[in-house]
């Protein structure tokens, strides 16, 4: 067998370490991570009934002009134009798709409503005979 001798740190410095690592760790996620800081705008309310999902969203300052929407499947996107005064970019998924064709949106006085129709399920079961 054989035995080294080692020098092994002190646990005062195993701690001062551990505390400038973390330091270093923390200044990297800050600013790597600084976009997410931003406030993401939640909305005025939420309701479901039973063929639509209702979403109220507080957009002062922007005009219908300026705000575009994206339904794909069941996530609907919400982004302002590049030329708007105030940025605007979030999405909101939903537990069942969308239907882009039973859907509506109003701006009134810088309330933004979504009535969005729930995508109806067909019964896709195809009876097979037997031979």
Not at 17 to 33: G, H, K, Y
Not at 56 to 64: A, E, M, S, Y
Not at 80 to 107: H, M, V
């Amino acid at each position: 067998m054989f035995y080294s001798i080692t020098n092994r740190p002190s646990r005062q410095s195993l701690h001062a370490s551990a505390a400038l690592d973390n330091a270093a760790l923390q200044a990297f996620l800050e600013s790597t991570f600084s976009v997410l800081k931003q406030e993401i705008p939640k909305p005025a309310s939420a309701d479901e009934e039973d063929n639509i999902f209702k979403l109220v969203l507080d957009v002062p300052g922007l005009t219908r002009e300026q705000i575009a929407i994206a339904i794909e499947a069941d996530v609907v996107r919400i982004s302002s134009n590049a030329d708007a005064p105030r940025k605007l970019n979030t999405a909101y998924r939903f537990p069942t798709e969308i239907n882009a064709q039973n859907s509506s949106a109003k701006l009134e006085n810088g309330v933004l409503t979504l009535s969005l129709g729930k995508q109806v399920l067909a019964n896709k079961v195809v009876k097979l005979d037997i031979n």
